[in-house]
């Protein structure tokens, strides 16, 4: 089955920006998608078809999708961004949701 | 406003069985594909179960096949997941989310339940 890749963990200082990476075989030919996911909350959707934002999330969260890897990024981080981020694709040879292993972001 | 509230979760011996439920409520149910996802306590998300909106297409992850069965009640609005042979492996909370599409297959999930936790030991 399809495996998403992404890194443990990643930091950054407020006000900075921070990119969290998905690695997949050719993903950029699969549509990502994004989930934000505070301590003892429920995963919110924050970027759906490698780039586009649902409602009420602000701009400063993007995403793009090329090659082996789809990045989200934040811009302007702010400690309210702290959170897992999880990458997430439809696998169409098992019909399956996939989801990546997930990214804690941390605000130094 | 889209509602989906879970509820059946609890303790459960290896070996027993329990049975999930997510009302759901602000949308036209029926419509949509839903989903059950889990999360083993410290780890990630890991896709369970889908059906499609009519309840005749469904779909599991490798290591629930016949073991767990998803199954929905348009009438009531309501989703279900009945989980037997548990393992202590299933232990996790239990989120119920909807998917954005209506035609059958899975896309990605726009609303999710608060979750249901099930803890599986002797």
């Known amino acids: 089955s399809y495996v998403l890749t992404q890194p443990p963990s990643v930091s950054v200082a407020p006000g900075k920006t921070a990119r969290i990476t998905c690695g997949g075989d050719?993903?950029?030919?699969?549509?990502v998608h994004w989930y934000q996911q505070k301590p003892g909350q429920a995963p919110v959707l924050v970027i759906f078809?490698?780039?586009d934002r649902p409602s009420g999330i602000p701009e400063r969260i993007s995403g793009s999708n090329s090659g082996n890897t789809a990045t989200l990024t934040i811009s302007r981080v702010e400690a309210g961004d702290e959170a897992d981020y999880y990458c997430?694709?439809?696998?169409?040879?098992?019909?399956?949701?996939?989801f990546g292993g997930g990214t804690k972001l941390t605000v130094l | 406003e889209v509602q989906l509230l879970e509820s059946g979760g609890g303790l459960v011996q290896p070996g027993g069985s329990l049975r999930l439920s997510c009302a759901a409520s602000g949308f036209t149910f029926s419509d949509y594909v839903m989903s059950w996802v889990r999360q083993a306590p410290g780890k990630g998300l890991e896709w369970v179960s889908g059906?499609?909106?009519?309840?005749?297409?469904?779909h599991y992850t490798d290591s629930v096949t016949g073991r767990f069965t998803i199954s929905r009640d348009n009438s009531k609005n309501t989703l279900f997941l009945q989980m037997s042979s548990l393992r202590v492996e299933d232990t996790a909370v239990y989120y119920c989310?909807?998917?954005?599409?209506?035609?059958?297959?899975?896309?990605?999930?726009?609303?999710w339940g608060q979750g249901t936790l099930v803890t599986v030991s002797s």
């Open positions: 989310a909807k998917d954005v599409t209506r035609i059958g297959g899975l896309d990605h999930l726009d609303h």
């Open positions: 078809y490698d780039s």
């Open positions: 997430q694709v439809w696998d169409s040879s098992s019909d399956h949701l996939v």
């Open positions: 059906i499609s909106g009519s309840g005749v297409g469904t």
């Open positions: 050719n993903i950029g030919s699969e549509s």
